[in-house]
């Protein structure tokens, strides 16, 4: 079994990795839950309580656990390329029948064909596609249209820092990564700390050297702010889209089918 830096072994113990994970993002933002549920809420307001969700590059399955915890008769699609995250969330939920997931690139322009289902109530995804530049990824929400069903939604949870306002982004940044320090003084394990111990792990070992193949240290991508997004979800045909909740740096943008 692999031994953290604290001495707390996880080794198979998926549920342990999950919360292992949860506790590094959120070293990041603090808020992430605030954000889950408010996505949640509106999931909830527009297409009711027992919804059909693609959870989009899932990692872990942090939205699938939140969604299935707060709606239990919905069903969820995760899908992602990420080896050793799909790793930990396939073991999570092993014999839930309510989860599938799908090994697929979201940049292959034919992925959608590998989903179990042509439409779904929600699409939803958090802190994942700012790997993606700005005209892949606004071909992805094009390609989304077709997949959320009418009178559906897509949501992005996302790092989408105002360029307008230098100074309010320098000043939070800088309070972030102050809090950020502390907290890592304390024992919080950063990205990094994370990745290698998912690499000395015997099970995440493999599919975590897989991962870094294809990825590297960290993808590159863009940051546009939030009013790139809403006028880009409406160019790909969401009748509405608005910011349903915001930070100095991040933000939930919604798109109403």
């Not at 939604?153 to 790092?159: I, L, Q, W």
């Not at 320098?170 to 919080?188: I, L, P, T, V």
């Not at 910011?243 to 089918?257: F, H, N, Y």
Request: proline share 6%; net charge negative; charged share 25%.
């Amino acid at each position: 079994m692999a031994e953290t830096a604290g001495g707390t072994g996880f080794g198979t113990d998926w549920r342990a990795w999950q919360e292992s994970w949860d506790r590094q993002q959120e070293w990041y933002m603090p808020d992430r839950e605030e954000r889950f549920r408010v996505m949640l809420d509106m999931v909830e307001a527009l297409v009711g309580p027992e919804p059909r969700v693609l959870d989009l590059a899932c990692g872990t399955g942090s939205i699938t656990a939140r969604l299935l915890e707060r709606f239990p008769k919905a069903v969820s699609t995760g899908v992602d390329l990420d080896p050793a995250l799909l790793a930990i969330a396939e073991g999570t939920f092993a014999g839930d029948d309510r989860v599938t997931f799908v090994t697929a690139d979201l940049k292959d322009p034919d992925w959608t064909s590998q989903l179990p289902h042509d439409s779904y109530d929600a699409v939803l995804t958090a802190t994942a596609l700012h790997w993606l530049f700005s005209e892949p990824l606004a071909a992805l929400y094009g390609q989304l249209a077709k997949v959320v069903s009418d009178g559906g939604v897509f949501m992005n949870a996302d790092h989408m820092p105002d360029p307008a306002t230098p100074r309010i982004n320098a000043a939070d940044r800088e309070q972030r990564h102050a809090r950020q320090e502390a907290a890592k003084n304390s024992g919080a394990l950063d990205w990094a700390d994370w990745w290698g111990l998912a690499a000395k792990d015997p099970v995440l070992a493999e599919p975590t050297a897989k991962r870094f193949a294809i990825y590297g240290e960290h993808a590159d991508g863009d940051t546009p702010p939030a009013e790139w997004h809403i006028r880009t979800l409406r160019e790909a045909g969401f009748a509405e889209a608005r910011t349903v909740w915001s930070s100095p740096s991040d933000a939930l943008v919604l798109g109403l089918k």
